[in-house]
């Protein structure tokens, strides 16, 4: 059952990956993405698609910004609900919270609609941008992502790469390990990441269990508040991580990040 009122602006979020982090959620109180990860926070999407639309408009964003000034934070993120690139007015927001706060202003995105013109201009914008990509072949992304219907990595691969193009902030890839990675789709994904020099790579596993059902709170730091249903997921190991970092540096000279695991 759904017990907190939404709100645009959240937080602040203490996050390993970028430091003091102000929420904008740009969705709403619906969870909606194009994806439904098995390891979500939000719990099982309640709107699966990847039609993009006006969810919360952005002077309604802006009033719940003004909220939390003197913005003591180190940088704003748009995540949410759900996919933010859905939010067609991505760009508005993007640019009314840099102007706004004078502070970085970051999207994280599963890079489900980079083939899409307008949402690389758009997400252009943005000072930083980290991309989810948590598979090298289409049976690991459909087992993982479980994204909608016709949605496959080579898509999102070519899409990302015509964004890196022309982007000119500071780029993340985000990959999320469920289980240790074979050796071929580690040299698969170091091949990508080869052609498209991200500025940095982060690392991560599971560390929090999912929650059956969507839950305003798991846009931010949950742990203390869990007080609903949740299913446990397994984490791989530090050591894991550390391999792939040490693997991955040996090859591209980009810093890897992956969070301290507490067993
Ligand atoms: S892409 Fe993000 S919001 Fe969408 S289902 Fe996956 S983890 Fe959840």
């Given at each position: 059952?759904?017990?907190?009122?939404?709100?645009?602006?959240?937080?602040?979020?203490?996050?390993?990956?970028?430091?003091?982090?102000?929420?904008?959620?740009?969705?709403?109180?619906?969870?909606?993405?194009?994806?439904?990860?098995?390891?979500?926070?939000?719990?099982?999407?309640?709107?699966?698609?990847?039609?993009?639309?006006i969810?919360?408009?952005?002077?309604?964003?802006?009033?719940?910004?003004?909220?939390?000034q003197?913005?003591?934070?180190?940088?704003?993120?748009?995540?949410?609900?759900?996919?933010?690139?859905?939010?067609?007015?991505?760009?508005?927001?993007?640019?009314?919270?840099?102007?706004?706060?004078?502070?970085?202003?970051?999207?994280?995105?599963?890079?489900?609609?980079?083939?899409?013109?307008?949402?690389?201009?758009?997400?252009?914008?943005?000072?930083?941008v980290?991309v989810?990509?948590?598979?090298?072949?289409?049976?690991?992304?459909?087992?993982?992502?479980r994204?909608?219907?016709?949605?496959?990595?080579?898509?999102?691969?070519?899409?990302?790469?015509?964004?890196?193009?022309?982007?000119?902030?500071?780029?993340?890839?985000?990959?999320?390990?469920?289980?240790?990675?074979?050796?071929?789709?580690?040299?698969?994904?170091?091949?990508?990441?080869?052609?498209?020099?991200?500025?940095?790579?982060?690392?991560?596993?599971?560390?929090?269990?999912?929650?059956?059902?969507?839950?305003?709170?798991?846009?931010?730091n949950?742990?203390?508040?869990?007080?609903?249903?949740?299913?446990?997921?397994?984490?791989?190991?530090?050591?894991?991580?550390?391999?792939?970092?040490?693997?991955?540096?040996?090859?591209?000279?980009?810093?890897?990040?992956?969070?301290?695991?507490?067993?």
């Open positions: 059952m759904q017990t907190t009122q939404f709100a645009s602006v959240y937080g602040p979020v203490k996050s390993w990956r970028f430091g003091r982090s102000l929420g904008i959620d740009p969705i709403g109180s619906v969870s909606t993405c194009s994806f439904n990860c098995v390891y979500c926070q939000l719990g099982e999407i309640e709107q699966q698609n990847a039609t993009r639309k969810f919360v408009p952005t002077e309604r964003i802006r009033q719940d910004l003004l909220g939390f003197p913005w003591d934070i180190d940088v704003i993120t748009l995540s949410g609900s759900g996919e933010p690139t859905l939010a067609q007015n991505l760009g508005e927001i993007i640019t009314m919270a840099q102007i706004l706060t004078g502070k970085s202003v970051g999207v994280l995105t599963n890079g489900s609609l980079l083939g899409d013109s307008s949402v690389r201009a758009e997400l252009a914008i943005a000072d930083f980290a989810k990509i948590d598979a090298v072949c289409d049976q690991q992304f459909q087992g993982i992502n994204p909608v219907q016709n949605l496959t990595l080579d898509k999102i691969w070519s899409g990302l790469k015509q964004f890196r193009q022309r982007y000119r902030g500071q780029l993340a890839i985000q990959t999320m390990l469920l289980s240790p990675w074979r050796d071929q789709d580690q040299i698969n994904y170091i091949t990508h990441l080869q052609e498209l020099c991200p500025q940095e790579i982060q690392l991560n596993t599971p560390t929090r269990p999912k929650p059956l059902e969507h839950q305003l709170d798991a846009r931010g949950h742990e203390l508040l869990q007080s609903y249903p949740v299913r446990s997921l397994k984490p791989v190991s530090e050591e894991v991580l550390k391999q792939f970092r040490d693997r991955i540096q040996a090859v591209l000279d980009v810093p890897v990040r992956y969070p301290a695991l507490i067993h």
